[in-house]
């Protein structure tokens, strides 16, 4: 390490310290140590390299709570890779998958559900009966085997300090990791699986008839972040890997054993500012600073509530971030009008599912005869991903048609 390199670290140390004492402050946080906890272990590298920016406790052990399912995840995308499953397949959900608590799907005994709905219950709601049933069917029933395999991989991977127990990160004192060793996993789920990236990124979904939520609140509230996870255990503390792009550069963020949800995001964002400061040069500080406080001031003044409710949306900035989607994000797809709503939520499925992402949408179409009809439109896609999911619908027989961004057909259709 040179002495600009040096320098640059340091001041990193104080900014992220800085940060954290400040964030706790205001919200009257008792310290991580006075709660039981460990000390905060956090570290921060560039995804492109895996360059070490910045590392607090980075190689002490920590609980990895929900931050384990990325490790599922990671066993579901290569299985998908490598056409041993599919996204529609069915997987069986189990007496003990069903009966985990506590944030769950509800997937009753006997039941089923999708690869694909796992995918989303892990990545929005840190489901736990998702996680259990995806690491049973991958592993012919047995959890047991199935940690075996998930500490396998995570060795295999260079995660030489990580031991799984389980699929979904509920509590169990043999099972460790470090910040640094999830800063591993994470930059592998992006370069193994540029195709399933996008998952990370679900600010809702569909579910049954019920819409789940996202509950990762960087991914609304810092700009050019597009993913990962959130965890939290009592014994584990408050954790969260952030991924984000600005300028070019991805950075990849972990931070464990934080004393609540406030001060683990602030600290991450504080973090992510300082490394996007020093990997940009000096003319880009303020600029991420700018944006972070921005999008600090809007949330602070409450949500703005769209015209239509929308269901299984994408953050936008998933797929504007990552030049490697298919550049500006500005596209949109009309996929027609229906006469029921599950027909236009079956539309919407496809048409994200095809888009790879993109800003769900769906507006009553008021008509002529009593009943409404709805209409569904897929917004914030590029434009090779817009005309591919259309040529790809199109080929099904179902409506699709790419829209320029300055011609806007679909959201005005939607909005009479």
């Not at 569909?206 to 009592?234: C, E, Q, W």
């Not at 027909?343 to 009943?371: D, F, P, S």
Request: aromatic share 6%; proline share 5%.
């Amino acid at each position: 390490m040179n002495r600009k390199q040096g320098f640059l670290k340091a001041r990193l140390a104080r900014v992220v310290l800085l940060g954290c004492s400040l964030a706790m402050l205001a919200a009257g946080i008792v310290p991580a140590r006075a709660q039981g906890l460990p000390p905060m272990s956090a570290i921060l590298i560039d995804a492109r390299t895996g360059q070490q920016l910045y590392a607090q406790n980075a190689n002490e052990p920590r609980y990895p709570a929900s931050l384990t399912k990325l490790m599922t995840l990671y066993l579901l995308f290569e299985a998908l890779r490598d056409h041993r499953i599919t996204f529609d397949q069915m997987m069986p959900v189990s007496v003990h998958a069903a009966s985990v608590e506590p944030v769950k799907l509800g997937a009753l005994p006997g039941s089923r559900i999708t690869v694909q709905e796992a995918i989303l219950g892990m990545v929005t709601l840190s489901a736990n009966d998702a996680a259990t049933i995806a690491g049973e069917f991958l592993a012919g029933g047995d959890e047991t085997r199935f940690a075996a395999l998930m500490t396998l991989k995570a060795h295999t991977l260079g995660m030489n300090d990580t031991v799984f127990r389980n699929a979904s990160g509920l509590p169990n004192p043999n099972q460790v990791t470090t910040a640094h060793d999830l800063s591993i996993l994470a930059r592998r789920l992006i370069i193994d699986f540029p195709d399933d990236y996008h998952f990370f990124s679900t600010a809702s979904f569909l579910f049954h008839g019920r819409v789940i939520f996202n509950h990762d609140h960087l991914l609304k509230s810092y700009p050019g972040a597009d993913g990962m996870k959130t965890g939290y255990t009592n014994a584990a503390g408050h954790n969260l890997v952030t991924s984000a792009v600005r300028g070019g550069v991805r950075l990849i963020g972990v931070i464990m054993a934080a004393p609540s949800n406030y001060a683990r995001d602030r600290t991450m964002a504080a973090m992510l500012d300082q490394g996007f400061a020093q990997e940009l040069g000096g003319s880009a500080k303020m600029a991420a600073l700018q944006a972070t406080q921005a999008a600090r001031q809007a949330q602070d003044q409450g949500p703005v509530v769209p015209a239509t409710a929308p269901v299984a949306t994408s953050n936008p900035r998933a797929v504007a971030a990552n030049g490697g989607y298919g550049g500006r994000s500005d596209w949109s797809l009309d996929l027609g009008s229906y006469n029921s709503k599950a027909a236009a939520y079956k539309a919407l499925r496809i048409g994200q599912r095809e888009a790879r992402g993109g800003v769900v949408h769906l507006a009553i179409a008021r008509g002529k005869t009593k009943h409404p009809g709805y209409h569904a439109w897929i917004a914030s896609v590029s434009e090779a991903h817009a005309r591919a999911a259309c040529i790809a619908m199109n080929h099904y027989g179902r409506p699709c048609a790419p829209v320029h961004p300055s011609g806007a057909r679909s959201r005005e259709l939607a909005e009479r």
